[in-house]
């Protein structure tokens, strides 16, 4: 199959598995019997961190939505509205955000007290169906990170150079599974926090140096970024660093792109990198490095001890680490190495963690 | 002069003014006198709003910085060190963000109590010189909006349309000023403030109906968007038409893009796009259209009877809507036209409000 089909196939997918949440109604309703439908629970008990998966997902615990219980009639009529909408969605090859479907609502039988309750409807249907929204055509407000390098991609017929779309890159789009791979000629991925990092790469060329993509996450990965991150992970075999200010927000960043969120357990088998890997700001290079610091406030000392409890941290590397920035009581940001001048990260500490860990 | 001149010139005119500002304190020095210069004084008393120009400036109070006064000497010396770090910046065609330039300064013989000082020293040398950071090389961390349609621009030697970016379109670089337009097929430019409604613009092709760029500005304009407006509309002649969601929020993000902020009178002369439109959601569209609304709260009334007072909002268009907007209690957001359906802002509401604007 190639990718033309494997991404129609996709689509049609979702079409079909919308389809057969109708179908299961109404054959329902021809058998004479009640109409409900399985949906697996998301409730915290039913979220679990799979060793071998290395990303948290949901357990098999499920709860039946039926139109014989009057507190489930409504949900269940609004889920069905929704997944009508999607398919209109999927026939016309469009997209709407979230908030747009709320408001595309306010012209159905069936309404929703807010945005809230329609949101949550949209995650039910996400986690019937087993699929992301992305492919139901519900799409994230936010778009995904800067991407920098020698990528070709197509996005429908436009081919798109990643070395040639400015210095800010390429944006990674919400329907980033519409996006084919084209060509490469890197051997792997940097990813950094921000985007005054990311133009620091740009600028020492970076790209060149390393044969790397570089992609600006812009704080907390968006979906999109995730899915971007990990598509060229196993589709193209390119090792992912993560780079990111040295501090447990930073650490967090890096590890929900590894690991997934337990909020998202049930779509992380599409958008968590179990093998992307952390590369700094760590402890030891705040004090390797004798990096400029400040010290950890009361917030980030309760945070780096709940990383610590988190399965995700159970390794010793990670649990090492965060044992010595409390310890030293220090976080520092990734900017921070400017002390040594703006080409020191460049020169200096990427060549020598890059070494360390390949 | 052509534009790689005019260019050239630019950064001339920044290394130019650097350098006299060390001549200067030379000059003092060599005939014996107290080095002093002259910053003018960015206190609230000297910001006006300039009618004819329509928009917020500078007044002409300054103060003195004096080596001949203790309390003066470090903030004098710091000055010194930035520019020099400027003119390094410009010599080697580097930029660096003011994060960077914090870190750097670690390795410098005056120091910076946190990174507040040492903007506000960078924010003075800004208004000594009369030029924006940018040009002295440096950079805002954030990038600017996202833009989409018939542009093609230049940056160093690379040329990047505007429609081959990808449907996120091309990103705005805080270097904007380094970027060249070399041509376009447009007859006006439409900013919107959600990357939501700049992906329902892309996807029901307004870039053709209007012949128009899109530009999806993420909320309040970044200086990079800033300054593309401007250029688009004083180089392209190109009219600017901003919609935004109807409440004083939206209102201020295109003020702001018309008119500038105080904080900011002494670069408005290079941010300002005083011909730029608000097109809307005016409280007359939440009427006209029947729009959902979400009722004001207590912190959009108080902001409301702020921009009444404000001076940017003396034209009486504006002052209509306000107290019009504050008369039936309600706001809208952009994304709210979908109520009739995802094509309906395109096909019905931006067809109406450009003729009447036009």
Known sequence: MNKKEAKANRKNIAVNKLKSLGDMILEDVEKNQVPSIRVPSRGTSNIVYDDEKRYYVLGDRYGRRSLGNVKQIKKLAQMVYIANFCKGLMETGKTATLREMYYVSEGWDIDFGDQQESNIVGEDLEVTLGMTREDLGLMPEEDGAS??????????????????????GYTIPPSIDEVDFVEHDVKRVIAVETMGM?????????????????????????????????RV??????????????????????????????????????????????????????????????????????????????????????????????????????????????????????????????
């Open 147 to 168: 991407v920098y390098g020698k990528l070709k991609v197509m996005e429908g017929d436009v081919e798109i150079d990643a070395m040639r779309s400015g210095k800010s």
């Open 233 to 358: 992970n196993e589709e193209l075999h390119l090792p992912v660093y993560i780079c990111n200010d040295g501090d447990p927000w930073g650490f967090h960043i890096a590890m929900v792109i590894i690991s997934g969120s337990a909020k998202l357990a049930h779509v992380n088998h599409e958008l968590a990198t179990p093998d992307a890997r952390f590369l700094g700001v760590t402890a030891s290079d705040i004090i390797n490095y004798d990096l400029p610091t400040d010290p950890l406030k009361d917030i980030d000392v309760l945070r780096l001890k709940e990383l610590l409890k988190d399965p995700r941290y159970k390794d010793e590397q990670w649990k090492m680490e965060i044992k010595k920035m409390m310890k030293i009581g220090k976080k520092a940001e990734q900017q921070s190495f400017s002390k040594y001048g703006l080409e020191y990260v460049v020169d200096t500490y990427l060549p020598q963690k890059l070494e360390q860990m390949e």
């Open 198 to 230: 990311f133009h620091r790469l740009v600028q020492e060329n970076a790209y060149k140096k390393f044969d790397t993509l570089i992609v600006g996450l812009k704080g907390q990965a968006a979906r999109a970024t995730r899915r971007f991150l990990k």
